[in-house]
């Protein structure tokens, strides 16, 4: 199956700055990304989707000045976490889909913690 | 997209064939049924989806009824690294997808 990476694997940030995230597509061209947030015993929550060149679409309660997505080529996306609270500590998790849509292969996820 | 309905979580004997069931009554024509299962601390990994048909790969079947509304998944040999959490979700092709709780299987030795 496709390769999708993420970078870092764990952070550690204090409380006020900021963090950004990065999710490749190894092996394939990524139309699509898509960013997840994932807490404590719990299922994941999509946070947002973006299409390589357009802004990304929030889900429902999601801030979009909070959780910065940049979608800038077929195979990068990022997302940055500003202005960092403990309440943002979670696992984030990032998916790609080619052009044709179908599956989404995942990341295996960074693990934000926040002091 | 339609929601799922799957059992919190079974057991399963390692060797043995792990039959996971899903519930999609309200499903619409063309909406598909995904299979992703995740790892502890790890990311989901997709497994299989179909549309009508019945599916097999490398790693499992996929068995659908023929009104559509409910389906399962069958790791043929389950083995003590299949124990994970499995999510039935059923989307339209290239839409996001709902997760839900899912199954959580635990293969024993």
């Known amino acids: 199956g496709a390769v999708v990476s993420q970078h870092p694997s764990r952070v550690i940030c204090k409380s006020g700055t900021s963090v950004k995230i990065e999710c490749r597509s190894l092996d394939f061209q990524a139309t699509t990304m898509f960013w997840y947030r994932q807490f404590p015993k719990q299922s994941l929550m999509l946070m947002a989707t973006s299409n390589e060149g357009s802004k990304a679409t929030y889900e429902q309660g999601v801030e979009k000045d909070k959780f910065l997505i940049n979608h800038a080529s077929l195979t990068l996306s990022t997302l940055t976490v500003t202005s960092a609270h403990p309440e943002d500590s979670s696992f984030y998790i990032c998916?790609?889909?080619?052009?044709?849509?179908?599956?989404?292969?995942f990341g295996p996820g960074t693990r934000l913690t926040v002091t | 997209d339609a929601k799922t309905t799957q059992p919190p979580s079974m057991d399963c004997a390692e060797g043995r064939a792990a039959n996971l069931p899903c519930n999609h009554s309200t499903i619409s024509g063309n909406e598909y049924v995904y299979w992703y299962r995740q790892i502890h601390s790890q990311g989901p990994q997709y497994i299989i989806h179909g549309l009508k048909n019945n599916e097999t790969n490398e790693m499992a079947s996929l068995i659908i009824t023929e009104d559509r509304k409910s389906s399962t998944l069958i790791l043929p040999h389950a083995t003590l690294r299949d124990t994970a959490v499995y999510y039935c979700i059923v989307t339209k092709g290239g839409n996001k997808l709902v997760f839900g709780a899912g199954t959580i299987l635990r293969v024993k030795s």
């Open positions: 998916s790609a889909q080619g052009a044709g849509g179908g599956e989404q292969y």
